[in-house]
């Protein structure tokens, strides 16, 4: 009898220990028999802002800059390829009155025969172009001659010819030309060389030149889409939501030049060239070559968020420019309008084929609704005007729209702005009381900030309003410094900041990195998501640790304890994957060191099949580069071994995926 029990308390003694972590290793605990809040499908999004050439530039696939001349000074980016006045001249001229949208053309007279004049034209810092792939030239021209013959090129920096083509005009009244080109070599940075070769005179408009795989049908005609290998690294990061337009570009410097989303749809001829605030926002990266054309408009927006699956959330006016700005603040009794361009915007999303906004939106080739289901009133506002502008829209919004959730704003990170604390505390205290359905908060801190503050959201009121991480990004420098780096220390502390939001998924939805990207050579801002120039695309560690969390979001949190990590602290998070039955666990480990973990989940004692480890790590300063585009990149293994222990790869984001 003795025996036996002795033999049993062996039994029991070897099982604890095999369950027991080794001594030394870090233990983490998750409860998979009490799961937390449900994790919200939009929480981990992107946010699009025509930032450092997002848009023109970047995402919108145009390659010619100031296609129509209606940029302030009309030459801009364009230059005469001869001069002599004998041959010929080339002047601007107003076609239409002086307020419409495309208000300009070019005008090229050739004086004799066998002499030829030309227009050149930069692109956005060059014009990239790809051996092989075909290329659409567009543009509409008019002239009394008979015939007009006129020469396309693109030639690169060496002199080489990369495109090649040639179109007649006919004279009459405006006609449009579409060709493609197939490209005979690559290049980076080539120009288009437009030149009319018989003598007469020839106006051209709306000089367009874009990649075929990025074409679109609208009204009847090739335009311009979005460039697919940019579209693809957004899709790459399944993200849950597409915030638009902004950021400060909502705001404007002033009230006239807000963003205004009717004048961004519609034939593309008809929309009216802007000046991009960031043209001149920082003395030490003035671009004065930056307009928005709105060929990224809200048509496109809608259609690009519906393709890569994101739920589309716009931003709007609430009737106040930028406060780090002039802050012009429209009278409340002249809201109206602005309201109503919320209201319009939802039924031009939503509304049926028939309705006003809907029927435009069918016309340009989308009739079914595009179901959008949260909308931003205001960017980075603050102050009571913001709160009683907030009310009025809300009020409007809510009785048509009483399904829309609307997000209320806490003015910028508040480390940045005037005043700041304080002025979210008031803000805070405004919306516990209105109860907006959720709040927009930006955080712009070092990278220390981030890490330290894993817990940050623990303490956020579980009744009070749903959280937005609206921008947030680790500094190396500071805000707003050229200096700043996409660097792995900096997407390791947003790492360590993402673990706690998921854990606080109860109180967090949805969260957005800001800025989502930057052109190589026309950037005003660091850091950013991912970077391209004009051939190619690359991300950075920050992408990568986006892309870890947004691949691995799972359905609902698990509460998890890190214990023993010899005084580092570990941020962690655990959720469950409903589909899989997988617990998946996100692990940092922000020190020079492995660290050995041994993870405690009930029921689970060594990783099933089909366990995996994905792996981000390397040197702290590493960054990657469109030389080293890979240089730190999740790396994906099969975990197998006879326990739950894994050891953490120094300077590292890990996600262990345990299957049952
Ligand atoms: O992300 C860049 C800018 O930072 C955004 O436009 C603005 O909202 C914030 O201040």
Request: aromatic residues 10%; glycine residues 8%.
């Amino acid at each position: 009898m003795k025996k036996a029990r002795l033999s049993m308390v062996v039994v029991c003694l070897l099982v604890i220990c095999i369950s027991l972590p080794l001594s030394g290793a870090t233990t983490i605990s998750v409860d998979r028999e009490h799961p937390g809040a449900k994790i919200a499908p939009t929480m981990w999004g992107l946010f699009i802002e025509d930032i450092n050439f997002i848009g023109d530039g970047g995402l919108y696939a145009e390659l010619v800059k100031n296609r129509s001349f209606e940029f302030p000074d009309a030459m801009m980016g364009w230059s005469k390829v001869n001069e002599d006045p004998k041959a010929g001249s080339i002047v601007v001229i107003q076609k239409e009155k002086y307020e419409e949208a495309n208000a300009r053309c070019l005008r090229m007279e050739v004086k004799k025969d066998r002499a030829e004049v030309g227009i050149c034209n930069e692109g956005y810092r060059g014009i990239g172009i790809k051996q092989d792939q075909s290329y659409y030239f567009t543009t509409w021209s008019r002239t009394s001659e008979p015939e007009m013959r006129v020469r396309v090129e693109v030639v690169a920096e060496n002199g080489q010819t990369l495109l090649s083509g040639k179109f007649t005009a006919e004279a009459g009244n405006w006609q449009h030309h579409c060709f493609q080109m197939k490209a005979r070599a690559t290049g980076m940075k080539g120009r288009l060389i437009v030149t009319a070769i018989s003598k007469g005179t020839i106006d051209l408009d709306s000089i367009s030149l874009f990649p075929e795989n990025t074409a679109r049908q609208m009204y009847g005609r090739m335009v311009p889409g979005l460039r697919a290998d940019l579209v693809a690294m957004m899709a790459a990061m399944k993200p849950g939501f597409l915030r638009f337009p902004g950021g400060c570009i909502v705001e404007g410097f002033n009230l006239a030049t807000r963003y205004q989303w009717k004048k961004t749809v519609g034939d593309l001829d008809d929309r009216q060239v802007l000046i991009n605030r960031w043209n001149i926002e920082f003395k030490h990266r003035l671009t004065p070559d930056y307009f928005q054309s709105f060929g990224l408009g809200f048509f496109e927006y809608f259609e690009l968020a519906e393709q890569i699956g994101a739920e589309p959330m716009p931003i709007i006016n609430c009737g106040m420019a930028c406060q780090f700005n002039t802050g012009q603040t429209v009278a409340v009794e002249k809201l109206g309008p602005y309201v109503q361009d919320a209201l319009d915007l939802i039924e031009f999303a939503n509304g049926p084929a028939d309705s006003r906004w809907g029927r435009l939106r069918a016309t340009m080739g989308h009739p079914a609704p595009f179901n959008m289901k949260y909308l931003g009133v205001g960017n980075e506002q603050w102050g009571p005007q913001y709160v009683e502008r907030y009310q009025i829209f809300a009020k409007a919004l809510k009785e048509k729209y009483p399904d829309v959730q609307l997000i209320a704003a806490t003015g910028s990170d508040p480390a940045i702005f005037p005043n700041g604390p304080a002025e979210v505390d008031y803000l805070w205290s405004q919306w516990r009381v209105l109860k907006p359905d959720i709040v927009d908060e930006h955080f712009y801190r070092p990278a220390d900030w981030f890490y330290h503050n894993a817990h940050y959201y623990d303490k956020y009121d579980r009744q009070g309003p749903k959280l937005f991480v609206g921008e947030y990004a680790a500094m190396s420098h500071f805000v707003g410094s050229p200096d700043n780096r996409n660097n792995l220390k900096c997407a390791l502390a947003e790492a360590s900041f993402m673990t706690g939001m998921e854990r606080n998924a109860a109180v967090v939805v949805m969260s957005s990195y800001a800025p989502m990207a930057g052109h190589v050579d026309g950037w005003q801002w660091k850091p950013n998501l991912f970077w391209y120039d004009n051939l190619t695309a690359y991300a950075t560690p920050n992408y990568y640790v986006q892309q870890m969390f947004s691949l691995n979001r799972g359905d609902c949190e698990l509460p998890i304890k890190v214990t023993g990590a010899d005084g580092m602290l570990l941020p962690a998070s655990a959720c469950l994957e409903e589909s899989t039955g997988q617990t998946i666990v996100k692990v940092v480990n922000p020190g020079a060191d492995p660290v050995e973990v041994a993870l405690v989940i009930d029921g689970i004692k060594q990783p099933g099949a089909g366990s995996q480890a994905l792996v981000l790590a390397g040197h702290p300063d590493d960054e990657n580069s469109i030389r080293e585009p890979k240089k730190i990149a999740p790396v994906q293994e099969a975990w197998n071994g006879a326990d739950l222990h894994y050891t953490l790869k120094p300077y590292s984001l890990t996600v262990l995926r345990v299957a049952e």
